[in-house]
T-cell receptor, first 112, second 114 residues
Framework: EDKVVQSPLSLVVHEGDTVTLNCSYEVTNFRSLLWYKQEKKAPTFLFMLTSSGIEKKSGRLSSILDKKELSSILNITATQTGDSAIYLCAVAAGAGSYQLTFGKGTKLSVIP | DSGVTQTPKHLITATGQRVTLRCSPRSGDLSVYWYQQSLDQGLQFLIQYYNGEERAKGNILERFSAQQFPDLHSELNLSSLELGDSALYFC?????????????FGPGTRLLVL
């Protein structure tokens, strides 16, 4: 059974801090790893990492895939209160379909 | 706004009832995925349709069924509802089912079974 584990489950930081969120996975036939941000309702897409694209950056957010360690990190620098959300890691695996297996998420709270 | 729409936003019903959730994918997307999100289980994949055909099944109960219509919108039918079915139900869409491309999520339907 495919498994995605995120750590920590919850994190409280002050504005301006840098945070690192972790995601590890055990899946059969890995295809890609995706990061989503979930505020109030729908998860919104952040990054997709694959074997051919192991590092992505957008503004203060960046992510790296370590295929050897079967893990990924999501870094957020100079955090703002608007970064407060649940960050979800998901892995697409399998042959013939790309259903996502999600981790339980990391709840990030950024306080002023 | 992801471009994926879901109706209704909220649904309150009683145990034993049947409900239908509707999803319209982004323009051009052929794949639709249904997920259930509950507090204790997180986001769980239920079922995927691609261009009208079922492609993959996850942890979907026999009381639940789905279909995708020729105009590519999809419906998730939940019957003989139980208290434990209360959850957020998300629909996501992607262009195809190959290549590991991004899935874009709709706003969800919050179902409360009383």
């Amino acid at each position: 059974e495919d498994k995605v584990v995120q750590s920590p489950l919850s994190l409280v930081v002050h504005e301006g801090d840098t945070v690192t969120l972790n995601c590890s996975y055990e899946v059969t036939n890995f295809r890609s790893l995706l990061w989503y941000k979930q505020e109030k309702k729908a998860p919104t897409f952040l990054f997709m990492l694959t074997s051919s694209g192991i590092e992505k950056k957008s503004g203060r957010l960046s992510s790296i895939l370590d295929k050897k360690e079967l893990s990924s990190i999501l870094n957020i620098t100079a955090t703002q209160t608007g970064d407060s959300a649940i960050y979800l890691c998901a892995v697409a695996a399998g042959a013939g379909s790309y259903q996502l297996t999600f981790g339980k998420g990391t709840k990030l709270s950024v306080i002023p | 706004d992801s471009g994926v729409t879901q109706t209704p936003k909220h649904l309150i019903t009683a145990t034993g009832q049947r409900v239908t959730l509707r999803c319209s994918p982004r323009s051009g997307d052929l794949s639709v995925y249904w997920y259930q999100q509950s507090l204790d289980q997180g986001l769980q994949f239920l079922i995927q349709y691609y261009n009208g055909e079922e492609r993959a099944k996850g942890n979907i109960l026999e009381r639940f069924s789905a279909q995708q219509f020729p105009d590519l919108h999809s419906e998730l039918n939940l019957s003989s509802l139980e208290l434990g079915d209360s959850a957020l139900y998300f629909c996501a869409s992607s262009v195809s089912y190959s290549g590991g491309e991004t899935q874009y999520f709709g706003p969800g339907t919050r179902l409360l079974v009383l």
